[in-house]
């Protein structure tokens, strides 16, 4: 947008309008150049959004969704995006049946991601009479265990009576109940077993 007569970056926007159609999303600028005082106008048009299939690969699984992304726009590999899954890293764009680094999203029919979004790793004990039964859980970040809880781990059905710290380390006792708030055997990451 530098200044069509002298070729000044030093620009003031004095009005700006924006406008959608059907198709596009227009914006439209009245400029002035802080340098020779020309005043012009510059239309800036971007088609709308449209989603595109998008593959997030996180630790083992992969999720398949979409994301809408203007067809105007640029993807590059190591982009970041925002998706209902949260934050995701562009690994790979696939145009036709070809696999780039770049591309005018507008060509693009599948876009590869990684997610970004790092799992809390937590300590879980489950006091068993002397032995404690200790595992380490990846949790997702929004991931909540309050005291009271009733969990599954493994065999234990177990009920949680402290938290330490921000919650670093969750300390529970093995409870005589048939149900139980969650399981978090899925989320075990390392298993100890230690004895007194
Ligand atoms: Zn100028």
């Known amino acids: ?25 227009t914006e439209e600028y009245l400029l002035k150049c802080g340098e020779c005082g020309h005043v012009y106008k510059n239309v800036i048009s971007l088609k709308k ?6 593959i997030i690969s996180e630790q083992d699984k992969s999720h398949k969704t979409t994301i809408d992304l203007s067809p105007s726009d640029e993807l590059q590999t190591g982009d970041t995006l925002l998706t209902e899954l949260g934050q995701v890293e562009v690994t790979s764009i696939e145009v036709g049946d070809k696999r780039v680094e770049k591309s005018k999203l507008e060509d ?16 879980f004990s489950v006091d068993l009479h002397g032995d404690v039964d200790s595992y380490k859980l990846d949790l997702e970040r929004d991931f909540e265990i309050a ?19 921000v ?14 708030d969650y399981d978090l055997t899925k989320y075990i990451f390392k298993k100890t077993k230690k004895s007194d």
């Not at 947008?1 to 999303?25: A, F, H, R, V, W």
């Not at 693009?108 to 300590?123: N, Q």
């Open 1 to 25: 947008m530098d200044c069509p007569i002298c070729g000044s970056d030093d620009i003031e926007i004095l009005n700006s309008k924006q406008k959608t159609t059907k198709k596009k999303y």
């Open 49 to 54: 959004p449209r989603p595109y299939r998008l």
């Open 108 to 123: 693009v029919d599948t876009i590869w991601a990684s997610s970004v979004e790092i799992p809390a790793r937590i300590g």
């Open 147 to 165: 005291p009271g809880d009733v969990v599954k781990i493994e065999n234990h059905i177990v009920k949680v009576f402290a938290k330490a710290g």
């Open 167 to 180: 919650i670093k380390r969750v300390y529970s006792k093995p409870v005589r109940f048939n149900s139980y």
